[in-house]
Protein backbone atom coordinates (compact mmCIF):
# COMPACT_ATOMS: atom_id res chain seq x y z
CA UNK A 1 0.00 0.00 0.00
CA UNK A 2 1.62 3.40 -1.36
CA UNK A 3 -0.94 5.50 0.87
CA UNK A 4 -3.98 7.68 1.00
CA UNK A 5 -5.32 8.60 -2.50
CA UNK A 6 -8.32 10.60 -3.32
CA UNK A 7 -9.80 10.31 -6.96
CA UNK A 8 -10.38 12.91 -9.18
CA UNK A 9 -13.63 12.14 -12.38
CA UNK A 10 -14.01 15.95 -13.48
CA UNK A 11 -17.88 14.82 -13.05
CA UNK A 12 -17.72 12.21 -14.73
CA UNK A 13 -18.52 9.34 -12.08
CA UNK A 14 -21.41 7.77 -13.00
CA UNK A 15 -20.45 7.23 -16.72
CA UNK A 16 -17.92 5.27 -18.22
CA UNK A 17 -14.99 7.55 -18.99
CA UNK A 18 -14.34 7.04 -15.39
CA UNK A 19 -13.69 3.55 -15.71
CA UNK A 20 -10.46 3.66 -14.04
CA UNK A 21 -11.77 5.80 -11.03
CA UNK A 22 -14.60 2.54 -10.99
CA UNK A 23 -11.81 0.11 -11.10
CA UNK A 24 -9.99 1.72 -8.19
CA UNK A 25 -13.71 2.11 -5.83
CA UNK A 26 -14.02 -1.45 -6.57
CA UNK A 27 -10.71 -2.54 -4.99
CA UNK A 28 -6.97 -1.43 -5.37
CA UNK A 29 -4.14 -2.61 -3.41
CA UNK A 30 -2.15 -0.19 -3.63
CA UNK A 31 -4.20 2.92 -2.29
CA UNK A 32 -6.00 3.49 0.57
CA UNK A 33 -8.90 5.73 -1.46
CA UNK A 34 -10.05 8.24 0.80
CA UNK A 35 -12.36 10.59 -1.08
CA UNK A 36 -13.60 11.22 -4.93
CA UNK A 37 -13.69 14.51 -6.40
CA UNK A 38 -16.62 14.74 -8.43
CA UNK A 39 -19.07 17.91 -8.68
CA UNK A 40 -21.73 15.80 -10.08
CA UNK A 41 -22.19 12.92 -7.58
CA UNK A 42 -21.26 14.70 -4.42
CA UNK A 43 -22.64 14.22 -1.16
CA UNK A 44 -22.96 10.30 -2.18
CA UNK A 45 -21.08 7.55 -1.73
CA UNK A 46 -18.66 6.40 -4.57
CA UNK A 47 -19.65 3.29 -4.40
CA UNK A 48 -23.14 2.97 -4.80
CA UNK A 49 -22.52 5.48 -7.50
CA UNK A 50 -20.81 2.82 -9.29
CA UNK A 51 -22.38 -0.63 -8.90
CA UNK A 52 -24.91 -0.06 -5.66
CA UNK A 53 -22.53 -0.82 -3.26
CA UNK A 54 -21.61 0.79 0.03
CA UNK A 55 -18.07 1.36 0.63
CA UNK A 56 -17.33 4.65 2.72
CA UNK A 57 -15.74 6.82 -0.02
CA UNK A 58 -17.46 9.88 0.37
CA UNK A 59 -17.60 12.17 -3.15
CA UNK A 60 -16.82 15.98 -2.29
CA UNK A 61 -17.90 18.74 -4.81
CA UNK A 62 -14.21 20.19 -5.05
CA UNK A 63 -11.28 19.55 -3.32
CA UNK A 64 -11.73 22.82 -1.25
CA UNK A 65 -14.52 20.45 0.23
CA UNK A 66 -12.53 17.57 0.67
CA UNK A 67 -9.65 19.36 2.65
CA UNK A 68 -12.21 21.17 4.77
CA UNK A 69 -13.89 18.01 5.47
CA UNK A 70 -11.77 14.58 5.37
CA UNK A 71 -10.48 13.32 8.81
CA UNK A 72 -7.91 11.79 6.67
CA UNK A 73 -5.13 13.48 4.82
CA UNK A 74 -4.30 12.24 0.78
CA UNK A 75 -0.64 11.70 -0.14
CA UNK A 76 -2.12 10.90 -3.93
CA UNK A 77 -4.17 12.20 -6.00
CA UNK A 78 -4.98 9.68 -9.11
CA UNK A 79 -6.91 10.81 -12.29
CA UNK A 80 -9.48 8.18 -12.47
CA UNK A 81 -11.09 8.97 -16.17
CA UNK A 82 -9.54 7.75 -19.68
CA UNK A 83 -11.59 10.16 -21.91
CA UNK A 84 -11.34 9.43 -25.79
CA UNK A 85 -7.83 11.06 -26.43
CA UNK A 86 -6.56 10.47 -23.44
CA UNK A 87 -6.19 14.19 -22.98
CA UNK A 88 -5.94 16.40 -19.98
CA UNK A 89 -9.41 17.83 -19.38
CA UNK A 90 -8.72 21.85 -18.81
CA UNK A 91 -11.27 21.54 -15.93
CA UNK A 92 -9.42 19.16 -14.34
CA UNK A 93 -5.47 20.73 -14.17
CA UNK A 94 -6.50 23.68 -11.84
CA UNK A 95 -7.51 21.02 -9.18
CA UNK A 96 -4.17 18.47 -9.98
CA UNK A 97 -2.38 22.37 -9.37
CA UNK A 98 -3.79 23.05 -6.53
CA UNK A 99 -2.84 18.93 -5.22
CA UNK A 100 0.14 19.54 -6.02
CA UNK A 101 0.69 22.17 -3.28
CA UNK A 102 -1.39 20.25 -0.74
CA UNK A 103 2.19 18.35 -1.03
CA UNK A 104 0.09 15.09 -2.93
CA UNK A 105 1.51 13.05 -5.76
CA UNK A 106 -0.09 12.87 -9.06
CA UNK A 107 -0.59 9.53 -10.66
CA UNK A 108 -1.90 9.85 -14.07
CA UNK A 109 -2.97 7.09 -17.13
CA UNK A 110 -3.43 9.65 -19.62
CA UNK A 111 -1.78 9.78 -22.94
CA UNK A 112 -1.19 13.10 -22.35
CA UNK A 113 1.88 13.10 -20.01
CA UNK A 114 1.26 15.69 -17.14
CA UNK A 115 5.01 14.91 -16.35
CA UNK A 116 5.66 16.89 -19.88
CA UNK A 117 3.86 19.85 -18.84
CA UNK A 118 6.29 22.24 -17.82
CA UNK A 119 4.21 24.07 -15.41
CA UNK A 120 2.72 20.99 -13.92
CA UNK A 121 7.01 20.28 -13.89
CA UNK A 122 7.13 23.11 -12.18
CA UNK A 123 5.20 23.00 -9.39
CA UNK A 124 5.66 19.67 -8.50
CA UNK A 125 9.38 20.30 -7.89
CA UNK A 126 8.68 23.28 -6.25
CA UNK A 127 6.55 21.40 -3.50
CA UNK A 128 8.78 18.10 -3.62
CA UNK A 129 6.07 15.59 -4.96
CA UNK A 130 6.00 13.10 -8.13
CA UNK A 131 4.00 13.09 -11.02
CA UNK A 132 3.71 10.03 -12.15
CA UNK A 133 2.85 9.01 -15.76
CA UNK A 134 1.83 5.28 -15.79
CA UNK A 135 1.19 5.13 -19.98
CA UNK A 136 4.80 6.47 -19.69
CA UNK A 137 7.08 3.76 -22.12
CA UNK A 138 10.16 2.43 -20.22
CA UNK A 139 13.38 2.89 -21.58
CA UNK A 140 14.18 0.69 -24.16
CA UNK A 141 16.98 -1.03 -22.45
CA UNK A 142 14.36 -1.98 -19.75
CA UNK A 143 12.42 -3.57 -21.84
CA UNK A 144 12.46 -7.60 -23.10
CA UNK A 145 12.11 -9.30 -25.98
CA UNK A 146 10.11 -12.81 -26.18
CA UNK A 147 12.22 -15.48 -25.30
CA UNK A 148 10.62 -18.57 -25.47
CA UNK A 149 11.14 -19.78 -21.71
CA UNK A 150 7.14 -19.28 -21.48
CA UNK A 151 7.32 -23.04 -22.58
CA UNK A 152 9.24 -23.91 -19.46
CA UNK A 153 6.29 -22.51 -16.97
CA UNK A 154 3.59 -24.97 -15.92
CA UNK A 155 0.90 -23.17 -14.76
CA UNK A 156 -1.65 -22.87 -17.17
CA UNK A 157 -2.73 -18.84 -18.10
CA UNK A 158 -6.46 -17.85 -18.58
CA UNK A 159 -6.85 -14.93 -20.68
CA UNK A 160 -9.59 -12.93 -19.63
CA UNK A 161 -10.72 -11.54 -23.44
CA UNK A 162 -13.20 -9.81 -24.68
CA UNK A 163 -15.23 -9.09 -28.15
CA UNK A 164 -15.10 -5.35 -28.23
CA UNK A 165 -13.37 -2.59 -26.09
CA UNK A 166 -14.37 -1.49 -22.66
CA UNK A 167 -15.87 -4.53 -21.93
CA UNK A 168 -15.06 -5.00 -18.26
CA UNK A 169 -11.80 -7.39 -18.34
CA UNK A 170 -9.97 -6.20 -15.64
CA UNK A 171 -12.31 -6.49 -13.64
CA UNK A 172 -13.27 -9.97 -14.67
CA UNK A 173 -10.02 -10.55 -14.01
CA UNK A 174 -9.90 -9.50 -10.56
CA UNK A 175 -13.05 -11.68 -9.99
CA UNK A 176 -11.34 -14.32 -10.80
CA UNK A 177 -8.24 -14.36 -9.23
CA UNK A 178 -10.08 -13.54 -6.04
CA UNK A 179 -12.10 -16.07 -6.11
CA UNK A 180 -9.48 -19.00 -7.07
CA UNK A 181 -7.56 -17.83 -3.98
CA UNK A 182 -10.81 -17.81 -1.73
CA UNK A 183 -11.03 -21.57 -3.29
CA UNK A 184 -8.13 -22.42 -2.17
CA UNK A 185 -5.91 -21.89 -5.33
CA UNK A 186 -2.62 -19.72 -5.84
CA UNK A 187 -3.70 -17.44 -8.17
CA UNK A 188 -1.40 -14.87 -9.55
CA UNK A 189 -3.04 -12.08 -11.92
CA UNK A 190 -1.01 -10.07 -14.95
CA UNK A 191 -2.65 -6.77 -15.43
CA UNK A 192 -1.90 -4.91 -19.12
CA UNK A 193 -3.48 -1.53 -18.87
CA UNK A 194 -3.06 1.72 -16.26
CA UNK A 195 -6.15 1.02 -13.86
CA UNK A 196 -4.81 -2.40 -13.63
CA UNK A 197 -1.23 -0.76 -12.32
CA UNK A 198 -2.65 1.79 -10.02
CA UNK A 199 -4.74 -1.42 -8.32
CA UNK A 200 -1.56 -2.86 -7.42
CA UNK A 201 -2.61 -6.37 -7.73
CA UNK A 202 -0.30 -8.87 -9.51
CA UNK A 203 2.69 -8.02 -12.30
CA UNK A 204 2.41 -7.05 -15.58
CA UNK A 205 2.89 -4.31 -17.95
CA UNK A 206 1.20 -0.87 -19.77
CA UNK A 207 0.30 -2.71 -23.06
CA UNK A 208 -0.96 -0.14 -25.19
CA UNK A 209 2.55 2.03 -24.14
CA UNK A 210 4.62 -0.31 -24.87
CA UNK A 211 6.46 -0.31 -28.15
CA UNK A 212 5.04 -3.15 -30.36
CA UNK A 213 8.20 -4.96 -31.05
CA UNK A 214 8.44 -5.71 -27.37
CA UNK A 215 4.58 -6.25 -26.42
CA UNK A 216 5.16 -10.31 -26.65
CA UNK A 217 8.56 -10.15 -24.41
CA UNK A 218 7.10 -7.67 -21.69
CA UNK A 219 3.86 -10.34 -21.93
CA UNK A 220 6.15 -13.44 -21.46
CA UNK A 221 8.22 -11.36 -18.84
CA UNK A 222 5.50 -10.44 -16.82
CA UNK A 223 4.43 -14.05 -16.44
CA UNK A 224 8.03 -15.70 -15.79
CA UNK A 225 9.14 -13.05 -13.30
CA UNK A 226 5.47 -13.62 -11.83
CA UNK A 227 6.16 -17.33 -11.75
CA UNK A 228 9.55 -17.05 -10.04
CA UNK A 229 8.26 -15.04 -7.26
CA UNK A 230 4.80 -16.92 -6.61
CA UNK A 231 4.85 -20.65 -8.38
CA UNK A 232 0.99 -20.31 -8.21
CA UNK A 233 -0.88 -23.08 -9.58
CA UNK A 234 -2.72 -20.61 -12.45
CA UNK A 235 -2.11 -17.14 -14.23
CA UNK A 236 -5.34 -14.72 -14.92
CA UNK A 237 -4.50 -12.32 -17.35
CA UNK A 238 -6.06 -8.71 -18.38
CA UNK A 239 -7.05 -8.68 -22.32
CA UNK A 240 -7.01 -5.18 -23.76
CA UNK A 241 -9.31 -4.39 -27.16
CA UNK A 242 -10.55 -7.77 -28.94
CA UNK A 243 -8.98 -9.66 -31.61
CA UNK A 244 -11.17 -8.21 -34.33
CA UNK A 245 -11.55 -4.41 -33.39
CA UNK A 246 -10.31 -2.83 -36.37
CA UNK A 247 -9.64 0.77 -34.44
CA UNK A 248 -7.24 -1.62 -32.28
CA UNK A 249 -6.87 -5.16 -32.90
CA UNK A 250 -5.40 -7.04 -30.09
CA UNK A 251 -5.35 -10.20 -28.67
CA UNK A 252 -3.34 -12.89 -31.29
CA UNK A 253 0.14 -11.76 -28.55
CA UNK A 254 -1.83 -13.80 -25.54
CA UNK A 255 -3.22 -16.48 -27.09
CA UNK A 256 0.40 -17.31 -28.60
CA UNK A 257 3.00 -15.31 -27.48
CA UNK A 258 1.19 -16.14 -24.15
CA UNK A 259 0.36 -19.31 -24.54
CA UNK A 260 -2.97 -18.93 -23.28
CA UNK A 261 -3.97 -22.34 -22.88
CA UNK A 262 -7.57 -21.28 -22.28
CA UNK A 263 -9.59 -17.81 -22.43
CA UNK A 264 -12.87 -16.28 -20.63
CA UNK A 265 -14.57 -14.29 -23.30
CA UNK A 266 -16.41 -11.23 -22.32
CA UNK A 267 -19.30 -10.13 -24.39
CA UNK A 268 -21.64 -6.97 -24.22
CA UNK A 269 -25.51 -8.26 -25.54
CA UNK A 270 -26.80 -4.77 -26.16
CA UNK A 271 -23.62 -3.59 -28.16
CA UNK A 272 -23.85 -4.00 -32.23
CA UNK A 273 -21.22 -1.79 -33.05
CA UNK A 274 -17.41 -2.14 -32.37
CA UNK A 275 -15.75 0.81 -29.89
CA UNK A 276 -20.12 0.79 -29.35
CA UNK A 277 -20.18 3.43 -32.35
CA UNK A 278 -22.56 3.24 -34.80
CA UNK A 279 -20.92 5.68 -37.08
CA UNK A 280 -17.89 3.35 -37.62
CA UNK A 281 -19.86 1.02 -39.40
CA UNK A 282 -18.33 -2.28 -38.50
CA UNK A 283 -20.30 -4.61 -36.84
CA UNK A 284 -19.33 -6.97 -34.13
CA UNK A 285 -19.58 -10.51 -35.07
CA UNK A 286 -21.45 -12.78 -33.85
CA UNK A 287 -19.68 -14.26 -30.47
CA UNK A 288 -19.68 -17.83 -31.84
CA UNK A 289 -17.28 -17.09 -34.40
CA UNK A 290 -14.54 -15.74 -31.91
CA UNK A 291 -14.77 -18.76 -29.84
CA UNK A 292 -13.97 -20.27 -33.28
CA UNK A 293 -11.17 -17.96 -33.90
CA UNK A 294 -9.85 -18.76 -30.43
CA UNK A 295 -9.67 -22.47 -31.23
CA UNK A 296 -8.16 -22.08 -34.16
CA UNK A 297 -5.49 -20.02 -32.39
CA UNK A 298 -4.92 -23.09 -29.73
CA UNK A 299 -6.67 -22.33 -27.16
CA UNK A 300 -10.05 -23.25 -25.51
CA UNK A 301 -12.87 -20.79 -24.25
CA UNK A 302 -14.03 -22.45 -21.03
CA UNK A 303 -16.80 -19.79 -20.31
CA UNK A 304 -18.39 -16.75 -21.17
CA UNK A 305 -18.78 -13.81 -19.37
CA UNK A 306 -21.69 -11.27 -20.20
CA UNK A 307 -21.23 -7.32 -19.77
CA UNK A 308 -25.13 -6.50 -19.01
CA UNK A 309 -24.43 -2.61 -19.63
CA UNK A 310 -27.69 -1.50 -20.81
CA UNK A 311 -30.27 -4.59 -20.03
CA UNK A 312 -32.32 -5.24 -17.54
CA UNK A 313 -31.51 -8.26 -15.20
CA UNK A 314 -34.85 -9.63 -17.40
CA UNK A 315 -32.94 -9.36 -20.33
CA UNK A 316 -29.41 -10.10 -19.53
CA UNK A 317 -30.75 -13.43 -18.36
CA UNK A 318 -33.22 -14.24 -21.44
CA UNK A 319 -29.14 -13.69 -23.26
CA UNK A 320 -27.75 -16.22 -20.67
CA UNK A 321 -29.98 -18.88 -21.48
CA UNK A 322 -29.85 -18.41 -24.98
CA UNK A 323 -25.82 -18.01 -25.64
CA UNK A 324 -25.79 -20.52 -23.22
CA UNK A 325 -28.04 -23.18 -25.35
CA UNK A 326 -26.03 -21.80 -28.78
CA UNK A 327 -22.64 -21.99 -27.59
CA UNK A 328 -22.79 -24.66 -25.17
CA UNK A 329 -20.73 -23.32 -22.76
CA UNK A 330 -21.01 -21.50 -19.08
CA UNK A 331 -22.52 -18.27 -19.22
CA UNK A 332 -21.93 -15.69 -16.34
CA UNK A 333 -22.99 -12.65 -15.27
CA UNK A 334 -20.09 -11.63 -12.95
CA UNK A 335 -21.02 -8.35 -11.20
CA UNK A 336 -24.12 -9.96 -10.67
CA UNK A 337 -23.78 -13.56 -9.47
CA UNK A 338 -19.71 -14.06 -9.02
CA UNK A 339 -17.41 -16.27 -10.91
CA UNK A 340 -17.15 -19.32 -8.59
CA UNK A 341 -18.43 -21.40 -11.11
CA UNK A 342 -15.56 -20.76 -13.27
CA UNK A 343 -12.87 -21.56 -10.75
CA UNK A 344 -14.98 -24.67 -10.74
CA UNK A 345 -13.74 -25.45 -14.26
CA UNK A 346 -10.68 -24.21 -13.91
CA UNK A 347 -9.92 -26.56 -10.84
CA UNK A 348 -11.60 -29.58 -13.26
CA UNK A 349 -9.07 -28.42 -15.85
CA UNK A 350 -5.91 -28.21 -13.22
CA UNK A 351 -7.33 -31.73 -12.30
CA UNK A 352 -7.58 -33.17 -15.81
CA UNK A 353 -3.88 -32.00 -16.06
CA UNK A 354 -2.40 -33.46 -13.18
CA UNK A 355 -4.35 -36.60 -14.38
CA UNK A 356 -2.96 -36.92 -17.49
CA UNK A 357 0.98 -35.58 -16.65
Known amino acids: MDGNAIILTDGLLNQYPAKTAHGLIRG ?20 EVVDGKTRNIQ ?12 PE ?8 IAPKGGKLPVSMKETISEAIKQGMNIVSGLHEYLSDMPDL ?19 KSELHFWTGKIKDIPAPRVAVLGTDVRMGKRTTTRLLTQAAERAGLKAQMIFTGQTGWMQGRGKGFILDSTYNDFVSGELEHAILESYAEHKPDVFFVEGQAALRNPSGPCGSEYLVSGQMKYVVLQHAPARVYYDDNEELGFKIPPISTEIELIRLYGSKVIAVTLNTA ?10 QQQYQQELGLPVILPLEDGVDQIIELVKQELAHETATV
Open 121 to 139: AALAQEHGVQLIDVRKPKP
Open 73 to 80: KAQYCLVG
Open 28 to 47: TERFNIIGVIDTVSAGKDAG
Open 310 to 319: GLTLEEARTY
Open 59 to 70: VYADLAQFLENS
